[in-house]
């Protein structure tokens, strides 16, 4: 079971004082920001009820407030950080700062920084001892060596985690971090429950399903409305014939 550890009050006045990393050049990808988006509109409502949980990215991560190196995930997710607010304003991950590595960090493959993604940076997430590092390529394969690919690290290295490939062309992988499936499905990234078997919504299943329970109390309410008037009507009808 999961227990939260209790975070810092955030200390607004010491926020005044952080001097922000710059932010990291961005290349034009609007398959990659598609995939950017759905993932965090994803993993987010998962995670919403953990006040200690931090899920960002494109921002640079960081052993200490003196390192230069060009190490921008587009995903960070990290557990039992005390002011997961302070690393929003800081607009970077600095590990000696926030006290440990990110859990998890993941690359969505593009054309400009596909294979720097399993290689350069690879090598660089071990580095500052990320325990998790996933790479998602919505072209299948393309941009990255493979359609999907996780690394756990183990004595300090990266080692592979078991992708499973289905009939289908589909891909997951287990991620012990997230406590969830990662699914290659269709160009899209999908994260499952392993406990109920079924897929998290994604933003565009939430909308559709607000919609649809919209729709639904609005039906209910107009029946509900029919029935009262047509009550009404027989009651004013029976007063009528006990009038004769």
């Known amino acids: ?6 975070p810092a009050q955030p200390r607004l006045k010491d926020y005044l004082r952080i001097q922000p990393l710059p932010d990291p050049p961005r290349e034009p990808d609007m398959v990659q920001r598609k995939s950017l988006s759905t993932t965090d509109g994803t993993l987010g409502p998962h995670f919403a009820a953990f006040d200690d949980v931090l899920i960002t990215g494109e921002i640079y991560v960081r052993a200490d407030e003196d390192d230069a190196r060009e190490l921008a995930p587009d995903l960070i997710f990290a557990r039992q950080i005390r002011d997961p607010e302070r690393v929003i304003w800081r607009n970077g ?5 926030v006290g440990k590595p990110p859990d998890l960090v993941m690359e969505v493959g593009s054309r400009t ?31 990255h060596d493979v359609p999907l690919a996780g690394d756990t690290l ?3 290295e990266y080692v592979p985690v078991d992708i499973v490939e289905e009939s289908d062309g589909r891909y997951w992988g287990y991620s012990e971090t997230l406590g969830l499936e990662l699914w290659w499905e269709k160009e899209k990234l999908r994260f499952r429950d392993p406990q109920n078997g079924e897929f998290l919504l994604t933003p565009e299943e939430m909308a559709a399903e607000r919609l649809a329970a919209e729709s639904r109390a609005d039906l209910e309410r107009e029946a509900r409305l029919a029935a009262e ?8 009808e029976l007063r009528r014939l006990r009038g004769k």
């Open 1 to 6: 079971m999961t227990t939260q550890s209790a």
């Open 93 to 97: 991950y600095v590990i000696s700062e």
């Open 113 to 143: 920084t596909g294979r720097r993604d399993f290689t350069v940076k690879r090598e660089g997430y071990a580095a500052l001892s990320i325990g998790e590092y996933w790479r998602f390529d919505p072209s299948g394969g393309e941009y």
């Open 154 to 156: 183990v004595d300090g």
């Open 229 to 236: 008037s047509r009550a009404a009507e027989l009651e004013a």
